[in-house]
């Protein structure tokens, strides 16, 4: 899968900063790095200031940090060319690099090297890549801690306790002639039981990967002029969707990414909701509303404060009863300040529900809006509880996996051990005991470990 003997080569900053990084691993670094600079660096941990040779006529102002190996990310010999640039003349530095018998790092290559030569375990490997991606600040602590080896001293105690339990299980069967007891039935059966149970709390107290890999979705609803596009427009602070006093002038899906203090997600603003459409083109529009506000993560549902008649707010509300909504009193800038409450009241007693009022064009209380999206986004995702204190650890399919299968198998050996069958509750156990292992192991399957960093951003 991978050639530790090749010396590699990737850009690691993003494509649009002009600030450049090009990493470089492998055992030829410091030769390549001989070859297209005037300073010749020196094998040594070093951060010094270079001139690169891109052609005979071109020279590039560069910094370069050196890493030997083995005290390196990756473990290799590692330098990092930092320089300000353009694309055209970073693309002409990895062809004058690839002329000098390098190639191009596949996704994931330094940190797989970084696994493969014992920088770091398994899991923290796939933490690299959590943190990379990571959409909210929950979703970031619990990998970082994946990183600092969390997993791995949680998931050790219990290897530990399991290898144990196998050899107390197997010295019995050894001296089963003899009148010795190492472990009695009732003290093996409680402590895999209680084995067990810290396993099932790794799982339940930790941030499921797989369900926040993906930016939720935030849909605005509401009917037509209501105010939604101005409140797209608004919360993302540029114009997304054409505002008008007329009405229906939003057909299509609008959407953009919006940051909050703790998360990201995509907001988007679709056709204004009609208690009865006539013509085809609105149906379509509300048909294609309705499935986007149904699949979303949150609904922020406005309603014209201003208006007398409320009909066909009252209908639109029930057309996504089972989401998780807002209830948003939009335009709170056409009535006056001293009857604000009145108005509230009257929304919040004809839908029996709290509304929280806005001014998308005076730019009221848009702060608290975010905040409030901020909560509910954190809340759908991992749950109404503390999350501070709660989510310490990010678990992907295969973390979880292996922990479904340990326990799996240690419940099986508890009832081998009620039944007397020792020797197969100690295989089961030594079953047990592999499936641990596999979350960091470090002879874990290529297969598996190409699936894993296929995953990576190329040059991390």
């Known amino acids: 899968m991978y050639d530790m003997t090749e010396t590699v080569i990737a850009v690691s900053s993003p494509t649009h900063d002009n600030h450049v990084i090009v990493r470089l691993t492998g055992p030829g670094t410091f030769d390549i790095l001989n070859q297209i600079t005037k300073q010749k660096p020196a094998r040594k941990q070093a951060t010094t200031k270079v001139e690169i040779c891109v052609d005979p006529e071109l020279f590039l102002d560069a910094r370069l940090y050196l890493f030997v190996s083995p005290y390196s990310y990756t473990g290799d010999d590692l330098a990092e060319i930092h320089f300000n640039s353009n694309r055209a003349l970073t693309e002409a530095l990895i062809l004058k690099l690839l002329e000098l018998n ?35 600040r929950f979703q970031l602590s619990a990998a970082e801690k994946l990183l600092g080896g969390r997993l791995a001293n949680e998931v050790g105690s219990i290897s530990q306790e399991i290898l144990e339990s196998i050899s107390l299980l197997e010295a019995g069967i050894d001296f089963s002639t003899e009148d010795i007891e190492f472990l009695t039935a009732e003290e ?6 209680n084995i067990n149970k810290s396993l099932e709390n790794i799982v339940e107290n930790s941030i499921d990967c797989e369900l926040l890999m993906e ?16 409140l797209l427009n608004t919360l993302l602070g540029k114009p997304r969707s054409i505002v008008s006093g007329i009405a229906k002038t939003t057909r299509d899906i609008l959407s953009g990414h919006m940051t909050l203090d703790n998360s990201q997600c995509v907001l988007f603003d679709c056709a204004g909701l009609l208690e009865k459409p006539e013509i085809i083109i609105d149906q379509l529009a509300q048909q294609a509303a309705i499935e986007s506000l149904s699949n979303s993560s949150l609904v922020i549902f406005c ?6 008649n409320l009909s066909q707010d ?21 009535v006056r300040s001293a009857s604000l409450p009145i108005h509230i009241k009257r929304l919040n007693d004809t839908f029996s529900s709290d509304f929280f009022g806005v001014s998308a064009l005076k730019n009221r209380n848009i702060t608290g809006l975010k905040q409030n999206i901020d909560s509910k986004l954190l809340q759908h995702l991992i749950g109404p509880k503390d999350v501070e204190t709660k989510y310490g650890l990010l678990l992907n399919a295969r973390h979880k996996g292996a922990v479904a299968e340990a ?3 240690i419940n099986q050996a508890i009832s081998e051990i009620k039944d007397q069958n020792d020797e197969v509750a100690a295989m089961l156990l030594r079953s047990a005991y592999e499936a641990i292992g596999t979350m960091e192991q470090q002879d874990i399957e290529d297969k598996v470990l ?11």
């Open 102 to 136: 390098v190639k191009m790092a596949g996704p994931g290559e330094f940190t797989a090297r970084a696994y493969l030569n014992g920088k770091i375990d398994l899991a923290q490997a796939e933490a690299v890549n959590e943190i990379i991606i990571s959409s909210n």
């Open 188 to 193: 093996a059966v409680e402590k895999l039981t």
């Open 215 to 230: 930016l939720p979705s935030v849909g605005i609803a509401g009917a037509p002029n209501s105010g939604k596009s101005s």
């Open 303 to 308: 309603v014209d404060i201003s208006k007398e």
């Open 314 to 334: 009252i209908h639109i509300r029930k057309l996504f009863n089972n989401c998780n909504v807002i209830n948003l009193a939009t335009k709170i800038d056409l």
């Open 407 to 409: 326990i799996e198998n």
């Open 450 to 460: 190409e699936k894993i960093f296929s995953n990576f951003c190329i040059g991390k």
